[in-house]
DNA sequence: AAGCGTTATGCATAGCCGTATATAACGCAT
DNA sequence: ATGCGTTATATACGGCTATGCATAACGCTT
């Protein structure tokens, strides 16, 4: 099966894509950067890294982060970051709509590929 | 400036990106995958082993290639080759277009950037 | 005051990716 | 036969990326 991805880029670096959306979801739903992390299996380090990332690349913060406080802190993301992520999951769902009709005819000139665990859910 | 990026992936390995699809077409304007790769600036050895991906992933090759002879050798893009940049390049087209609209809005959300010399052309 | 889990940061390390370099084989041209 | 530029392949090296581990600060809870 295959699948399209798209990032969006600035220049050559990656603003937002497959990954920063998810970890975004992530920490939403979780309420802290660790905790998204351990959910994402990656490490605290490089989630961190990522949210700096997309911090420093929009106009306001994405995610809010606080340290110390009920349950150690945590992080918050911001209505931007919401509209951020809202964007790209629309941009996302209508690429793939517009690809969509074109993908079977394109996967039919790959071989047959043996299925992947970590990405069949 | 924001640009939307495809890639067909099968599992997580990308079997066609622009970055394939671009050394596919210039291995089939220079007529070799050495060339191809000095147009490029990458090294010829990772011009070769993409081509070993792609051949390895399709159904059949999508370069053929030939030591010796006239000019030392060289490589051709194969009919399925052709048809596959075909599918890329008109799944891009569409994609782009699908999100153009969208583009603009997000980009608001961005920090304006310095362009990059490597990418504007 | 002590404890907790988080954010934040440094550092050392392992892995991967790509480059660079060298070498061989190939097959046509001269 | 020699030369040429290509494909093909091995090896070594540097760089980047991500991880792992350690540590500190933070601020609420108890």
Redesign the pocket.
Known sequence: MTRPRIRLLIGDTVALGPGKAALLEAIAETG????AARRMR?????A?SLVQAMNADFTKPLVE???????????VVTPLGHDAIERYRTMEARASAAVESDLDGFTALLKPQVSNPDTDG
């Open positions: 802290s950067i660790a905790s990656m490490s605290y380090r490089r961190w982060r606080a340290a110390g406080g009920r349950g150690g802190g945590g992080a």
